[in-house]
């Protein structure tokens, strides 16, 4: 089988992700790279080929691209998808699909009807810690699933410009973690969240958490907390618990070795965390596109949908609402 | 300095603890077991020693008691908090302190008055892992406590005749997280709680929970989690976390060696834990009991206080309105 | 069944740890204290009770001991249990047997034919780590024992004083690995022990060596490495492995609680180990004089024997010979 | 700078491992593919690229090669890397240079003379474990380094034919752990190996060890000890101590995730570890070609050079006689 041929459109940080990746993956080919800031379009070329333009409808039209990875700015998502699917081009678009769910369910019939493959990208369902513990308990390793605890942090709060068009923590942040909950339990039904400013004056000012706390149930009974900070001393704290009648699995943190250091202040210390989450998620980027394309190859999709992006987007909606007013809010259609 | 002469009231499970830990202690001396059923107490007492009755009152007037050890089932307790006040008896009374907290408020300001020392048994105050991390926490190892997640699970559920008078799992189980999280941030201000039926039909059956997740919000911003279930087919799990700005402090589970075993099968596996609370908190009884001694000599009250007695019921109340009503509940008069 | 009442001699460091597991023993009474420096034995007699000596022959026939535990200094060690013999009077005796072999010998038949029960000190074996390994070896969890690895550090070298009485590490410190060894590998034929000098130059003067390394061969081909150093800077480090065809068991180091931090600097690190080989080995002590007490009470030993005390002796002099000669020792009679 | 065009000589297991190398590594060219077995070639060759011989010679005259890694047979290896300096092509060879001290000596001159990089491929040395720790050694994180601990097991013996021709465990097997050594301690004084026949009567009928250990000393004192088995039923052992005054650095052994599983049977289980050395190292083969090309560009040689296999062989040599003699060898220019 031929090449993949991929348009990658946005030249940023997420998007020199995507570019590394296709570089590393067989099959996969670098034809276009599409950002308004040409400089790096350019710079990402000059690293691992394709040819630049400013303007996507290029892309969009070359008529040999096969695959758009879309790592473009947030409100340009939506569109993407759209243009992807009357192009007739399969599209892989980071999360979140938008922070305004009415305009993602004005796209969703059309995206479900495609005849093209749309993925979503929550890359961490493809971690391989996170991936093991999935299909662990689907083998049943601790029998029915009861509870699920996330504790997800980041190293350390983006700027405030990225705070105040980010749609909030529960959207920006937690989403990956409504994902992540709806991973392994997709049919959410009641959603709390509480939140607070105990850091950062920066996202206080912005009407924004710097920690939040999230309580979710599913249909089944299943209780979901998500633990949330913005910043973490010690690295990218990204840890998993699933716990079921016959036993737990637990993902501990992700060090770059093994080695563990004694001295007199302390005994089996670990090196600090990868503080990226480039590099923590590194793998899991790779195979998430690695798995769309055999997904194109099989016939199927093995990626989250364009319903599994709007169903975390309800998601963090409603954690929205709840912290606002005090109350679980009761969600439909996350299935 | 001589001996404590201790009155205990009960001859249970628990207060065959107490028992237990009063003949460890020096300084202690178990001079009288009461319980209406008296061969309970007369069992006791050919182990470790000590005068027995059925009748409290003996206990009470019997005029060389100095510490009276309170393990009655919990309707008695205010009763016998009241009267070892009126009787000039130290006393140091099993959780809860009732189930009716305006019982409780009714006894509040004579017991705060009172010239006898009075405590509530929330042992894990003294658990050797959680009062490091509390230590290390006031010595700035995590710098400023922004969260708090509690990972708690019993072996197995209580049988159905003791779910039914239990007050239900937040008075009965989760208190003791609730007193654990005032341990580190006294001063609660919002509770939601979120319950789930997911495995048993007798705790079903009566109206209770046997798995929840609890949110906290401390006046300072600092967000607590408490992850219950009434069963774990792995032992008593116990794990809490603590987490600053500058750090964070986790306390894994017990196990009774260090010892790790690798085969085919697995790498590194520790043993089952503990699966008994009265095992895996042992140290923490006798360390309870050995403080409270000491806070009598001192002229202080190391233990947790009918205040603090009073706030973690009021903790549990507002658990189980905001598992009814779906709101957050707030709470005053915690600190 | 009736207290046994024990004669302790010797009123020193290990004296004193002696003196606590009996206080902590049910069914053992010190009714003794034996030192010809009285006020250790009146400062531990005020502690735990007992009449004082300074004159063993007293302790020997005052015509109520039923035990003796010998914690005098080594040269005394063969003659306490001699007149222990002779007295019809059961001995647990601290290691090693003595620093020569030859006295060893003389004594041997008449130990073995005595009517009482004769321990030796390897308070190692009864470490809750190291005894679960055995049991599970025997067990069968790790099928045919191949391979044993004992990492053994002590926190500080002793005084220079101490060092030139001590009769070299070996028959010192690693007697104990030694015993250890034997604990799983009773028959070993070949010693190999390589020395060396790297911190201490008292150590050097004395012509002892601060760091060794053993290789002892089992009969059945099992292979046995003993890693010591005089000193370590994060605490005393005590681990074991033991390998076999289906598995291994590891014994990690023990830590006061199972807290972890986490920090800018490095993560999960435990505490400091526990640098004092009396707490560190505490509930081994406890549990060697509660096995003996039992083993008069069943009419066996659960004890190293003195013939185990004999074979450890045998051990350290083969490897005192081997490091000086550079050659592997064969040793007969260990079994 | 234009790309190495690199000879492999060797399609075997370890030339695939190779192959893979090359076609992972930027700069690097797979430009030949040499076996006398030419359907290997043509195999790797149809996966990775590369023009297929069956004669080593077309390679050294191709004109166009600048590397030549070395993967075929032991016998073969002096020559081709005499060959090499021979045709002015940098070498990269696997271990062992030979099996033959006397012939290692006589291509010694040449070798050390040459105007190419000559690299010994013990590729363990860029393992991320054991470089973190060689790094942090060298940054003083332990002290000056007082002792090592090697344990290496295989995860099971190779076939009897391959252990005929082998030259003995010592020579293929704990020859990567001898050069462990010396990347720590490059000059090692003494030798004393131990040897046991526990499991495996093929290796046995060889006239070979199945399980060995092995003490080292360097000429600061230092001690180090091997211990190695030919298999390990938990898969692929490989752990390392560095111990100094200062502290000690341990490498734990390398699993998928960080997975642990509790159950009713254990708790904190994690998973077997990886079983295969190809897979276990992979990083590490890929980083040995890396550096070797970096090297190269930057005219220095990071590799292990033809002296550390030279010397690695002489430590071998040492091991098999002290093993058959039950004496310590010295040795003299391992450094």
Not at 14 to 21: D, E, Y
Request: proline content about 4%; some cysteine; aromatic content about 8%.
């Amino acid at each position: 089988m031929s090449d993949f041929n991929i348009g990658l459109i946005g030249s940023g940080r997420i998007g020199q992700v995507h570019a590394g990746s296709i570089a590393d993956t067989k099959g996969a080919n670098l034809a276009w790279i599409c950002d308004p800031f040409i400089e790096g379009a350019e710079k990402l070329a000059a690293e691992f080929g394709g040819t630049v333009t400013i303007e996507p409808e290029e892309v969009f039209t070359a008529g040999n691209v096969d695959v758009i990875v879309v790592a473009s700015p947030t409100p340009t998502h939506l569109d993407m998808i759209d243009r992807a699917i009357d192009a007739g081009i399969h599209v892989l678009c980071e999360k979140p699909i938008d922070l305004d769910i009415a305009k993602v369910e004005k796209l969703r019939d059309k995206a479900n009807a495609a005849n093209v493959h749309i993925a979503i990208g929550f890359n961490r369902r493809f971690d391989p810690q996170f991936e093991s513990i999935k299909d662990r308990v689907t083998a049943g390793d601790v029998g029915k699933l009861e509870q699920l605890v996330i504790l997800s942090r980041d190293p350390g709060p983006a700027p405030r410009a990225y705070i105040a068009v980010s749609g909030g923590i529960f959207r920006d942040m937690t989403i990956h973690d409504f994902d992540m909950a709806r991973n392994f339990v997709p049919d959410i039904v009641d959603v709390f969240a509480g939140g607070a400013n105990v850091f950062s004056d920066d996202i206080k000012a912005e009407n924004d958490f710097d920690s939040v706390n999230v309580v979710l149930r599913g249909r089944g009974g299943e209780l979901i907390t998500i633990v949330n900070s913005r910043h973490c001393s010690y690295g990218y704290d990204q840890r998993l618990e699933a716990f079921g009648d016959k036993g737990s699995l637990w993902a501990d943190n992700v060090t770059a070795t093994t080695v563990k250091h004694s001295s007199a202040a302390h005994t089996e210390a670990a090196e600090p965390l990868i503080d990226n989450f480039l590099v923590r998620y590194a793998v899991s980027y790779r195979r998430e596109l690695a798995l769309f394309l055999d997904g194109i190859r099989d016939g199927k999709n093995y990626n989250p949908t364009f319903d599994d992006g709007r169903a975390a987007l309800i998601l963090a909606d409603a954690a929205t609402e709840s912290a606002r007013t005090g109350k679980v809010v009761s969600v439909d259609g996350t299935l």
